[in-house]
C-alpha cells in the first residue's frame, strides 16, 4: 500500500469482527508505531496490549466513564439520542475489538509530559494497522474521567494516558467525511 493510500484510506473503524488478532501481526504493527519520531529521540512512549480478562476489566471502566460525562453528552445532542445510545455502547464493549492498546506519554527533560511524541505513535500504530488490513480507532474520552482508575489497573500510576485504541478487522466501511477548508494559511507564497 502506498503511502497516500494508507493516509487517505485509513478511518476510524468502531465496530469489529470476533477474529482474534495474530499476535505476530499485532507485534508488527507494533514495530512501526515505535518508530515514530520523538522529542531529542527519548523514544520512552510505552504501549499496554490488552486482550482477555484484562480487557473486561478495561471494559467496565470504560462503561463507568460514560456514565460520568453522559450530561454533558445528553446536554449536546439533546434532539439526537440515538448519537448518545452508540456512544454508550462504544464505550461499553470498544466496538467488540478483540485487542486494545494504550498509549501511554513519555517524560521530556523539563518533566513534562510528551503528549506530542505518543500521538505521533497512535498516528504510526493506526496507519500501520490500516496497512495491515485491520481497523482501529484514537479514543480517549474515557481517560478525561477515569484514567486513575486505567492506570492502577494496568500498574501505571503517575503515567499519562494519551489514548486508548481499539484494534481488529473491521466489521463496518466508516462513511468517507468532508474534509474542512480553509485551515492553511500561506504567507510570502505567489498566488
Given at each position: 500500500?502506498?503511502?497516500?493510500?494508507?493516509?487517505?484510506?485509513?478511518?476510524?473503524?468502531?465496530?469489529?469482527?470476533?477474529?482474534?488478532?495474530?499476535?505476530?501481526?499485532?507485534?508488527?504493527?507494533?514495530?512501526?508505531?515505535?518508530?515514530a519520531p520523538s522529542p531529542m529521540n527519548r523514544q520512552d512512549s510505552s504501549l499496554i496490549v490488552v486482550?482477555?480478562?484484562?480487557?473486561?476489566?478495561?471494559?467496565?471502566?470504560?462503561?463507568?466513564?460514560?456514565?460520568?460525562?453522559?450530561?454533558?453528552?445528553?446536554?449536546?445532542?439533546?434532539?439526537?439520542?440515538?448519537?448518545?445510545?452508540?456512544?454508550?455502547?462504544?464505550?461499553?464493549?470498544?466496538?467488540?475489538?478483540?485487542?486494545i492498546i494504550l498509549v501511554y506519554a513519555g517524560k521530556l527533560p523539563n518533566g513534562q509530559d510528551d503528549?506530542?511524541?505518543?500521538?505521533?505513535?497512535?498516528?504510526?500504530?493506526?496507519?500501520?494497522?490500516?496497512?495491515?488490513?485491520?481497523?482501529?480507532?484514537?479514543?480517549?474520552?474515557?481517560?478525561?474521567?477515569?484514567?486513575?482508575?486505567?492506570?492502577?489497573?494496568?500498574?501505571?500510576?503517575?503515567?499519562?494516558?494519551?489514548?486508548?485504541?481499539?484494534?481488529?478487522?473491521?466489521?463496518?466501511?466508516?462513511?468517507?467525511?468532508?474534509?474542512?477548508?480553509?485551515?492553511?494559511?500561506?504567507?510570502?507564497?505567489?498566488?
Amino acid at each position: 500500500m502506498e503511502l497516500r493510500e494508507a493516509i487517505m484510506g485509513r478511518r476510524s473503524v468502531r465496530k469489529y469482527k470476533s477474529d482474534p488478532v495474530p499476535k505476530q501481526l499485532l507485534q508488527e504493527i507494533i514495530d512501526l508505531a515505535l518508530w515514530a519520531p520523538s522529542p531529542m529521540n527519548r523514544q520512552d512512549s510505552s504501549l499496554i496490549v490488552v486482550q482477555g480478562d484484562q480487557k473486561k476489566d478495561l471494559l467496565k471502566i470504560s462503561a463507568d466513564a460514560f456514565e460520568s460525562f453522559r450530561p454533558a453528552l445528553e446536554k449536546q445532542f439533546a434532539d439526537k439520542p440515538k448519537i448518545i445510545a452508540g456512544m454508550k455502547t462504544f464505550f461499553e464493549t470498544y466496538g467488540g475489538a478483540p485487542v486494545i492498546i494504550l498509549v501511554y506519554a513519555g517524560k521530556l527533560p523539563n518533566g513534562q509530559d510528551d503528549f506530542c511524541g505518543a500521538a505521533m505513535v497512535v498516528q504510526n500504530l493506526l496507519l500501520a494497522a490500516h496497512g495491515a488490513g485491520l481497523g482501529a480507532c484514537w479514543t480517549d474520552g474515557a481517560i478525561f474521567y477515569n484514567e486513575a482508575e486505567f492506570n492502577n489497573l494496568f500498574g501505571m500510576a503517575g503515567k499519562k494516558l494519551v489514548s486508548i485504541v481499539p484494534i481488529g478487522y473491521p466489521d463496518e466501511e466508516p462513511r468517507i467525511p468532508a474534509r474542512r477548508q480553509g485551515r492553511v494559511t500561506w504567507l510570502g507564497f505567489e498566488s
